[in-house]
């Protein structure tokens, strides 16, 4: 292959997973298939089935590439933030206008997937599953960097994690049904669950 | 019509909408097809037809069928609760109880199918939504009560509702994933909000 087909290949695929994430955010991974991608991607079908074989293969590329760009737009501006406290703040605050805006034209990739196939076992769910555990790990390591820091009172970081990302995925349903104010419960929930470790309950 | 007849028709409805509820909460209500449901159910494609019409038809019975067991089970044994925090506290247990066994084959009804219709304008979004809203109604009221009577400090009753619903919902997915543990999560989840009247933050 000349450098120049490599090329058009690399952006064919781009286009065509640009695309899949936002039907997958919408309609969930089930609800894309080839025809659908090959009708609102501008490619051809039988092109699209040549660059990523079985539906199960571009329903995993498309997980990888929302994960990329939920890494690009959330996680890595977050990293560039001091370990602790202002991290977990920089994630949320990250996180609200990945899902407000949206990134994803139906919003949180994890929130309508993950929810769909958690009640089936394969290769896509697994995907789904190691994002989702990254994702609270991040969490749980500057909940527990805020700890040993010092800036926040005692607690169970991994439950603390699963806590905020409830909050979070639960937002996402308010902000799709134009529930506008649900950035700020996002905000209260979360410092309600980083208490000073100079305000402790009597 | 004979009684005969309607009796038959009604039990056939009964158990197409047992297994519709079971295919919804496992698939979304977007994979409930007359097919499978015949398939599943041991009723006609035909019969199935003419008792519900559309697809659309069948997913609204299907909703309004979940929401029936689902009072059942969870909402009515804790409305037999003294108002207040003990029956936050019971429409949580029972909640557990729904989601741990489960009572639906995919686990929690509105966590499937919520995540799926939240951008999808229509009937079907308008009945999850309705009943998510009286789902959420219905704790914000009795933790209003709660602080009414004295029960548990002030707090943002709709704010609390939200963040018990959205810790309910995410344990949804666990329990899928097989973390049994999720159950004390819930519990040490929903305690951490209700804070006693008496023991207040510094």
């Not at 991607?41 to 590439?65: I, N, P, R």
């Not at 939920?70 to 990945?98: C, H, M, S």
Request: glycine fraction near 8%; proline fraction near 3%.
């Amino acid at each position: 292959m000349t450098d120049k087909r490599l090329l058009r290949g690399a952006r064919t695929r781009r286009i065509a997973l640009d695309k899949a994430v936002d039907i997958a955010s919408l309609e969930s991974l089930e609800g894309l298939s080839f025809g659908r991608l090959a009708a609102e991607s501008g490619s051809s079908k039988a092109g699209l089935q040549t660059l990523f074989g079985s539906k199960e293969s571009l329903q995993l590329a498309t997980v990888d590439h929302a994960r990329m760009l939920f890494n690009d737009f959330v996680t890595r501006p977050a990293l560039a933030k001091p370990r602790g406290v202002q991290r977990v703040r920089a994630l949320v605050e990250r996180w609200i206008g990945y899902a407000e805006k949206p990134l994803f034209a139906g919003g949180c990739f994890q929130a309508a997937n993950l929810a769909e196939f958690d009640s089936r076992p394969g290769p896509v769910r697994d995907a789904l599953v190691r994002t989702q555990r990254a994702w609270i790990d991040l969490l749980s390591t500057e909940l527990g960097r805020a700890v040993a820091q010092g800036e926040i009172a005692e607690l169970d970081r991994d439950l603390v994690a699963f806590q905020i990302d409830a909050v979070l995925r639960a937002a996402n349903t308010e902000f799709r049904l134009g529930h506008e104010g649900v950035g700020d419960w996002i905000r209260r929930s979360v410092e309600g669950l980083l208490v000073p470790r100079n305000r402790l309950r009597a």
